[in-house]
């Protein structure tokens, strides 16, 4: 082979087209144009004929309207594997061209007069059902045929795939060369001969005044969104009062499992101590929806995936109290039922949750109990009419709000335990003694400015619980003893 045909150099635009020595043949044939686009070419290449025929030999391109792009796109492969079989996914964004479309604009006053497309086409599927990203592809060809017998399209190969998405990205692929050296194609023969080609840059490098004209544009762009979002949000955000602690809470009921029954909800509500308080508006309880369960494992779970927000306001009054108390924590109750298909329902368990005194994402897995009678015509009567034993005020499970007492019995009850309930559960926490405690790194001094220390409350908490139950325990041993044995102890010292 003579040298000078050996190698060649084509500087390609975006969307420039190079016709390879098939498409002159193809379209210099009237009858082998039918759309408009071959007649475009056809017309084309006559002109190039004229001018004295095309410069490039071997370097072609496929612009975005060709129909070796669609081709091409369509026979993509997920995998290297050479006998692959197409999921359906597959198939189905196979279909899919994703193109600038020329779109009517829509009128925003008019109301669309079909909410529901009862028998969609295929064109309405592809259109509202798959990520129609706006994409344009240019691909840059290599005919490796023998010499002297350019056109054969089996020895085309794409030598570089150029694409950019109606967000500005433009792909190269492969690669710019730079300093890696040339890249190679082997092709499958007798010969097995392997060409070598280069990609390179050629755009025209951008002035330095233009620039910085561009990064002027950019920063006001940016700056007039930033001032647009924060019309939006506003600057003052709405702090609470000295001395006032906010605690806003994104709850989900995850799941519940390990129950006997099918066709689970739960019932809850949120208890708020003294000193706490929420909006008028706040709701403080709710329902789930009833879900069946589905067995994991060895046990029947439900999903509930039920969201629930709560905000609440602790509003500090006397500081002398600390540190031998600190402010009580709201508490969860919650009760797992059961229905079944005749409408009865069954309690399942019972449980509480203290809702957690560190801001963050808590999960939390919360056992349960329900009370039952001895013998067994009380579970025939829960298995056969529904019902059981129930309690008449929640606040049972963990310490009544009724209570006044000292001490608080529970002998002769019975209960059995249940299942469990999973909690998710994000805290967040908002105080004005936070923000002077970090800006100005003082002493914290209240109750409010201690739960600053986010990652020391739960130890403290429990210090100070300990500390308190060893002094009762202490004061009870005391009071247990003689009087004699006190005196004497006291005259001794």
Known sequence: RPPEDEEEVAEVGWQEKLFSQFEVDLYLNKSACQTPLDWQYHEEIQKLEKAGGRKNCR????????????????????????????????????????????????????????????????????????????????????????????????????????????????????????????????????????WEYT??????????????????????????????????????????????????????????????????????????????????????????????TKTVGWDKVAYFCYPFTVEMFYTQEDEGVFPYSLPQWPVLYFEVLSLDFWQRYRVEGYGSLVLPTCPGVHMLTIPTWRPVDLGTVAEMRRFFIGGSPELEDLTYIRIPSTFKGKRLSRFGFRTETTGSVTFRLYCLQQSKAFLENSALRQRMQSVLDRLGGFSQQSSVYNVLEAFQRARRRMQEARESLPQDLINTSASAE
């Not at 602690?245 to 799941?255: C, H, K, Q």
Request: charged share 25%; aromatic share 10%; glycine share 6%.
């Open 59 to 194: 370097i072609f391109t496929y612009t975005d309207h060709d129909r070796f792009t669609n081709i091409e796109e369509l026979c993509q492969k997920v995998t290297d594997l050479d006998h692959e079989v197409p999921s359906y996914l597959v198939e189905r964004m196979a279909n899919v061209r994703r193109r600038r479309q020329d779109r009517r604009p829509v009128e925003t006053s008019s109301l669309k007069s079909k909410i529901i497309t009862w028998e969609p086409s295929e064109e309405f599927i592809k259109n509202n059902h798959v990520i129609n990203t706006p994409v344009q592809t240019m691909y840059i060809m290599g005919d490796l045929g023998p010499y002297g017998k350019l056109g054969l399209r089996e020895y085309e190969n794409v030598l570089c795939t150029i694409k950019v998405d109606g967000n500005g990205v433009i792909t190269v692929k492969p690669d710019f060369t730079g300093t890696k050296g040339a890249y190679r194609i082997e092709l499958d023969g007798e010969k097995r001969e392997v």
């Open 199 to 292: 990609i390179e840059n050629a755009s025209v490098q951008v002035q330095p005044e233009e620039e910085e004209r561009e990064q002027r544009v950019f920063r006001d762009l940016y700056g007039r969104h930033k001032d647009y979002l924060s019309g939006l949000v506003g600057s003052d955000f709405e702090m609470p009062l000295p001395g006032t602690l906010r605690l806003f809470m994104n709850g989900e009921i995850v799941s519940a499992q390990g129950y006997e029954y099918d066709n689970l909800y739960v019932h809850f509500f949120l208890e708020l101590p003294n000193q706490w308080s929420s909006c008028p508006f706040q709701q403080l309880s709710g329902v789930t929806q009833t879900c069946a």
